[in-house]
């Protein structure tokens, strides 16, 4: 499957991709709400204003890819590997992030509200300016984060 047709399918109502393959592919602007990507490998994909809200990403490959300004509400990324990944600016508000792997990533200026972040890595993640109110850091491994600037209440 690539691109094209995933979004031809969603158009035509179908939201299960899951542990579908599209490495290095743009969705840049997509909606994608609501989709099913249970355990999909999208590896350096370009997904720049994404809207992925409610979306099911648990155990979802994204690493290295471009998330700047998606729009990630209440999405479930549970044992998701986001390893490298740019989610500056991105909204995860409500999002379940428990057992992440957020190493490296960028949250720069990212809006994390009451984000569940238990168990995550972000060891060496950029946090600076992100919006922390809320969130759960309970056994989160925090490393090497960059954190000057985040909101943290």
Do not use: P, W
């Not at 609501?34 to 809200?53: S, Y």
């Not at 155990?59 to 300004?69: F, I």
């Amino acid at each position: 499957m690539n691109a094209q047709e995933m979004l031809k399918r969603y158009a035509a109502g179908e939201r299960d991709f899951s542990r579908v393959t599209l490495v290095h592919v743009c969705l840049c602007d997509a909606n994608l709400v609501g989709v099913h990507l249970e355990g999909a490998e999208l590896i350096l994909a370009d997904l720049k204003g994404v809207a992925l809200t409610d979306a099911h990403l648990n155990q979802a490959k994204l690493n290295q890819s471009n998330l700047t300004h998606a729009n990630m509400i209440q999405a479930c990324l549970i044992g998701a590997e986001m390893i490298d990944i740019d989610l500056s600016g991105a909204n995860l508000s409500g999002a379940d992030l428990r057992e992440a792997d957020l190493s490296g990533a960028n949250l720069g200026g990212a809006n994390l509200t009451n984000t569940q972040l238990e168990g995550a890595n972000l060891m060496g993640a950029d946090l600076r300016g992100a919006d922390l109110t809320g969130v759960n850091l309970k056994q989160t491994n925090l490393i090497g984060a960059k954190l000057s600037g985040a909101f943290l209440n």
